[in-house]
Nanobody, 115 residues
Framework: QAQLVESGGGLVQPGGSLRLSCLVS????????MGWYRQAPGKPRELVATITAGFSTNYADSVKGRFTISRDNAKNMVYLQMNSLKPEDTAVYYCNRHPAEYPDWGQGTQVTVTS
């Protein structure tokens, strides 16, 4: 089990941008794929973006072209650059290993998109 600490969320207007960060400790980070997930109120958690150990990326259709996932293995960090934000992007965002998520999730970081 790794420790996952997300940060970078906030309140932003539609069309704005945010960059989320996730620090992963306690694992051989570079060997694993990672993902960003989100959970909106009253909805199940959904997978937003993934990045493999080989740096291949994949995105949910709802964020494709707007979000970019990246990783820095030297710093054990995963990032999610979010542009052209929409109100429907409002959620708590989490990172975790993907696939085979760790059972203990971090606290997440709240993203609120509103005018």
């Amino acid at each position: 089990q790794a420790q996952l600490v997300e940060s970078g969320g906030g309140l932003v207007q539609p069309g704005g941008s945010l960059r989320l960060s996730c620090l992963v400790s306690g694992s051989i980070f570079r060997l694993y794929g990672m993902g960003w997930y989100r959970q909106a109120p009253g909805k199940p958690r959904e997978l937003v973006a993934t990045i493999t150990a080989g740096f291949s990326t994949n995105y949910a259709d709802s964020v494709k072209g707007r979000f970019t996932i990246s990783r820095d293995n030297a710093k054990n960090m995963v990032y999610l650059q979010m542009n052209s934000l929409k109100p429907e992007d409002t959620a708590v965002y989490y990172c975790n290993r993907h696939p085979a998520e760790y059972p203990d999730w971090g606290q997440g970081t709240q993203v609120t998109v509103t005018s």
